[in-house]
């Protein structure tokens, strides 16, 4: 809610645009209007067989996918994701997701899912920024869609081994980071809601998959911000 403090505050702290730099008004949301009537929706959320869909076909078993916006190269969209994951703007992922909940609730596709999953930071990664990226957009597509959001059970590891290696590639490979599930059991029989923030080649989510799936009767649908075309 607007208070008279805010207005006042809004006088010597005027908001600006992420994505244009322009002060934006107290009745703007988070981008300026022009910014926000151009960014490129994707419509996938209605729509089976999307783009988002395709891509994972034949290599590992989704339920429902879907992206909110399409990416485009030095657009508005790569300037919103820089500020949500760099500028400390947090209320990015959540104005994200209060968009994406609404289509989903709208589409009758997502009425099943359990619980909701970001896609976990590296905590040394997580230390240095603050926060995970993923996490505000998936507190209010959490309120939306009235599932909780469950963090800290799928987690992000650097692939330890102590064994020395040959060469330069193997060395590198030393250091992968992998994903783990602290206790197997834990989403038995459930319908997770896998988030991200981008999804490109889709490898990132595959392999939070592939450690997911060692659960018993999981089933796996899909939610980022993003979509490189
Ligand atoms: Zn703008």
Not at 26 to 40: A, G, K, Q
Not at 199 to 216: F, N, Y
């Amino acid at each position: 809610m607007k208070t008279p403090l805010t207005n006042l505050l809004g006088l010597f702290y005027p908001k600006k645009c992420p994505t244009c730099a322009k002060i934006i008004s107290n009745y703007e949301e988070i981008l300026c209007l022009s910014c926000r009537m151009e960014l490129p929706e994707t419509n996938f959320t209605e729509n089976e067989g999307n783009m988002i869909e395709k891509l994972f076909y034949g290599r590992i078993p989704i339920e429902e996918a879907t992206s909110l916006l399409f990416f485009s190269k030095r657009g508005i969209v790569q300037k919103l994701i820089h500020q949500l994951k760099y500028g400390k703007q947090e209320l990015i992922g959540r104005f994200l997701g209060e968009w994406l909940g609404a289509k989903m609730l709208h589409s009758n596709r997502f009425n099943s899912l359990d619980c909701i999953i970001p896609v976990p930071l590296h905590p040394k990664k997580l230390k240095k920024r603050g926060y995970n990226q993923v996490s505000s957009f998936g507190e209010s597509l959490s309120n939306k869609l009235n599932i909780p959001m469950i963090e800290n059970k799928l987690l992000r590891v650097s692939k330890s081994n102590t064994q020395t290696y040959k060469n330069r590639f193997e060395r590198w490979k030393n250091v992968e980071e992998i994903f783990e599930i602290s206790d197997i059991n834990i989403f038995k029989n459930q319908h997770i809601l896998l988030i991200d923030d981008v999804v490109t080649t889709g490898a990132t989510i595959e392999s939070c998959c592939t450690q997911l799936m060692r659960t018993k009767n999981i089933k796996i649908s899909i939610a980022t911000m993003v979509i490189t075309e």
